[in-house]
């Protein structure tokens, strides 16, 4: 493989920094599962994700475009000031923002309530949850601002931060004081508030309280025309969990959201941290001219990795599920390995849009998330009639894969992209994938446990290994099999004298 070793050990010695930080950020939510799904009811369950994926509209407006934004104006220049006035610049608009949502919190939470659920019982839920977005925006605006400052270490603390005091505080108002669901959103926006509002006085003692004018043009002509690109991605999000809820019902969605949750491990252990580094470097690589190939090669190691996790988590769904919620969660299961596969796309949309994100064009990223959103919504409510959330799971699914196909063209033919979109060797990596999880599925769903577990667990190393096999060259494997057959002669060698 023609990987050129300094560019990919700068990538992999950062991004384990990255990982334990991304994976301590999210680990609060995680380690709360248990906890969620045994002392909340499907339905509670159903209600608490339609309205965290609803007030994520709001945070597509005040924040989620600036980070991207912040991000290629700051890596423009190598002059220090310019970046801390970047950052300044970048916070203040955030603040204006935020406040605006912040005043209109309370009226929104009553519109809100009313069109999802026709019932004023959960406006105080939905009110907590944007405020609780507020504070969890600003928080991941910081974390972006020192991720592009290259303090991975900082990054962490602040992670632990807040994953202590979430799981804490959660603990006291769920299990101790049994708030419930009004509990959690209390808990998430004090935990949230109480990380991000110091977090931020210590960034702008750094960066100043320092306002430019162009700076602030530019960040308004890379993130405008990404906020509808972004609305259609939580669109595309939000719509399966309001269509099962009302084309099948609200527990349903409870057994959705928890499947969602599983399947999110992946983003939390291996896309999240990779995306970390990933982003910056390749950004700073595509600025540069640099040679792309390096990057195509550890692209393709860091599938093999993805979809080895996709495969592992999809042929033990049923133990996961039975693991961390009670039986009224058990149907959760059918869905999980659908939803890994919807997640497992995503990394590679991300990756072609670096090559339009680099060309200064965000329309055309606007224009692929449009098309996929709009195509979400007669697939969904065809998939979802017919075979009710699964179908939601595969329309999803289905949807990544026209986006793919759209950001790809986009990017080729729009925006001269670099970025080898290496559709043919995906392919191979997610076809083996499938073939994996369906021969589990075969041979080893009514096996005893034990050998069921062992034989999937067999399985999850043949792939690992000849996915491996199938990204490295000829002249790497032929290296490797002489050195291991050697390694082989040795030791049997070392036995018979």
Known sequence: MSLETGEAEKIWSNAKVYALGSIINRAGGLILIPLYAHLLTPVEFGVYSIVVIAVEFAGVLISNSMGTAMAKTYL???????????????????????GFLAVASYPLSLLVGQILFQSAEWNLVILLAVLSLIFNLLLELELNYYRLRMQPWIFMLLSAAKMILMIGITYVFLKTLDMGLLGIMWASTIAFALVSVPAI???LRQTGWGFDRSIFRSLVTLSLPLVPGKL?????????????????????VGHYALAQRVASLIQLLFISPF???????????????TDQTVFRDVFRIFLVIQFSAAVAISLFSTE????????????????????????????????????????????YMMWSSIIAAVLSIPLMLIFIAEWGPSGAAASVALVNLIRIAVTGYLGWRYCDSKIDPDIVMSGILLGLAACAYLAGEAL????????????????????STSAMVVITSQEDRRSFFISFRQKLRDAYNSLMA
């Open 201 to 203: 006085v210590v960034v």
């Open 444 to 463: 080893f769903d009514e096996r005893p446990l034990f050998a069921a577990i062992a034989g999937k667990a067999a399985l999850l190393v043949a792939y």
């Open 232 to 252: 259609s991605d939580v669109a595309t999000q939000f719509f399966d969990r309001y269509f099962i809820g009302i084309l099948v019902n609200v527990a349903s």
């Open 275 to 289: 995306a970390q580094v990933w982003i910056v470097r390749r950004l700073e690589s595509l600025s540069r001219n």
């Open 76 to 98: 423009e220049t190598d002059d220090t000031d310019r970046r801390f006035l970047t950052g300044s610049t970048t916070f203040i608009c955030f603040f204006v923002a935020a």
């Open 320 to 363: 996961l599920v039975a693991l961390i919620a009670d039986q009224s969660f058990k149907d959760s299961a059918r869905f999980v390995p659908l939803l890994c596969l919807a997640a497992v796309l995503m990394p590679i949309d991300m990756n072609l849009q670096l090559g339009i994100l680099h060309a200064s064009k965000t329309t």
